[in-house]
């Protein structure tokens, strides 16, 4: 069984940075991944990475936001500097046994998933 539990979100204003993590417990765990669902919208992908620490991140947060992850702690990351009011939303850690599907970040290929931390950006 995988377990996440997300943690570090908060209230920022536009422009500032916040860091989230994301403690992954259980075994054989490949991809992860980072989502957020805003008021009345669907849930996005906003990045993901697999074993081997590859990287795919949605266009939307390209060279503002970072996805890594510590093995040794077992804990997935998600640096994002240059906030906006637009990236308001809870956001979700996701993780699955399967490696990374290329260039996309999507949902239904997760299987396991924490109960979000928000992420509030004020203008």
């Known amino acids: 069984q995988v377990q996440l539990a997300e943690a570090g979100g908060g209230s920022v204003e536009a422009g500032q940075s916040l860091r989230i993590s994301c403690a992954v417990s259980g075994y054989s765990v490949y991809c992860r991944a980072w989502f957020r669902q805003a008021p009345g919208k669907e849930r996005e992908g906003v990045a993901a990475?697999?074993?081997?620490?590859?990287?795919t991140y949605a266009d939307s947060v390209k060279g503002r936001f970072t996805i890594s992850k510590d093995n040794a702690k077992n804990t997935l990351y998600l640096e994002m500097h240059g906030l906006k009011p637009e990236d308001t939303a809870m956001y979700y850690c996701a993780a699955d046994h399967k490696y990374c599907p290329v260039g996309s970040v999507d949902q239904a290929d997760f299987r396991y998933w924490g109960q979000g931390t928000q992420v509030t950006v004020s203008s």
């Open positions: 990475i697999d074993a081997d620490g590859s990287a």
